[in-house]
């Protein structure tokens, strides 16, 4: 049975004066179940707080928009890391880790963060599971007094009154004048990547760049399973069709900008066809092929694969699979003559993932087939 591909917002899933938690679900996205995939959104007004929380799954976090601060407790660590975190920031969190993240009261912008991750291990296939450690939805909210009491060596009554203090659940705007701890520049090592000012692994002149998250460059990636990058293309650019061919998918959210994807299934079938836009996500099927095109705007987007050093082979330019291939196999395979074969296999010489318009395309630009 077909499984629909169309790119979709997010949903609201809770939140207040302090920001809000959006979630996408499998119902709309049938994909991210397919794939054991989840995906959410965090928004925080300017003092907004999300409370400390675990997930059931691994994730990438990778900051959209604002700056802020984010607490980090790494499984069986004796201290936090306190990260100052701004936009284009990718931070690898693995299983156990419990986070809080903070948007400063003096912020001008909202922090908006968004996290993709491996659900196959968690409760819901396609959706993550968030444990709330305080609040009113708090994990100590379901233990007795008694065992709370227990545990923190306090008295029933002090353990009631701690377990209830915070009636919000999940995201609070902190009062004026309540402080947070400050971030500490070492803890930022192997914990964070900016995007936007790392080494590029790819940067085509009028085409458009690439940075590749992996092992090498944030060492956590391996723990979490997963790779990730940061693609941006210049307008009317166009993004080569290739296919992961390490058996992963490819989770994409469209950062900003516009444009147009096509992806290609088994027996030549085109499976999506569409436009997408800023705050889309969509996912693309093991080993189909996957080609964009910008609109005049450009476009950017974040994806995760479900890999940590991902390997993708490319169906055009100098780097394709067709430059590698014997003229005489080429010939017979699309049934073609020589000079045909010739003209072919002379484009794209100079050409790597990316391709910019030129004249011959230029009357195509803007137009959707």
Not at 21 to 26: A, G, N
Not at 55 to 76: F, H, M, N, R
Not at 123 to 141: E, K, V
Not at 328 to 356: H, Q
């Amino acid at each position: 049975m077909a499984v629909d591909l169309t790119p979709r917002q997010p949903a609201k899933a809770y939140g207040g004066d302090g920001g809000a938690y959006y979630e996408w679900s499998p119902a709309e996205l049938p994909m991210l179940g397919v794939a054991s995939i989840g995906a959410a959104k965090l928004s925080l007004a300017a003092g907004g707080m999300s409370l400390p929380s675990y997930s059931d799954s691994a994730k990438v976090a990778y900051v959209l928009q604002g700056k802020g601060t984010v607490g980090i407790v790494l499984p069986e660590a004796t201290k936090e890391k306190v990260v100052a975190v701004k936009e284009g920031d990718a931070l690898a969190l693995p299983f156990g880790v419990v986070t809080w993240w903070h948007n400063t009261p003096e912020s001008a912008t909202e922090l908006v963060v968004l996290f993709l991750g491996d659900t196959s291990k968690g409760h819901r296939p396609g959706q993550f599971t968030n444990f709330q450690l305080t609040g009113a939805s708090g994990i100590f909210t379901g233990f007795s007094t008694e065992f709370v009491g227990r545990a923190w060596d306090l008295k029933e009554d002090d353990a009631a009154k701690l377990v209830s203090s915070q009636p919000a659940s999940g995201i609070v705007k902190l009062t004026a004048g309540q402080k947070l701890p400050v971030p500490v520049d070492a803890d930022r090592k192997d914990m964070a990547l900016n995007c936007l000012e790392a080494k590029l692994d790819v940067d085509i002149p009028n085409g458009g760049r690439v940075v590749v998250l992996n092992t090498a460059n944030l060492p956590l990636v391996k723990e979490v399973g997963l790779g990730a990058d940061l693609v941006r293309i210049d307008a009317h650019s166009m993004c080569s069709p290739g296919f992961s061919c390490d058996s992963a998918y490819q989770v994409t959210y469209i950062v900003r900008g516009s444009g147009r994807v096509q992806v290609v299934g088994p027996d030549g079938k085109r499976v999506l066809e569409t436009r997408i836009e800023g705050g889309s996500l969509f996912i693309v099927p093991r080993f189909h092929v996957v080609s964009k095109i910008a609109d005049a705007s450009g476009m950017e987007w974040f994806s995760i694969i479900t890999t940590p050093n991902p390997i993708f082979s490319h169906l055009a330019g100098k780097t394709s699979v067709w430059k590698a291939i014997s003229p005489e196999v080429l010939e017979a395979s699309f049934n073609t003559t020589p000079e045909m074969e010739k003209l072919f296999r002379s484009k794209r010489l100079d050409s790597e993932i990316f391709f910019a318009p030129n004249r011959s395309h230029s009357s195509r630009i803007g137009w959707l087939p």
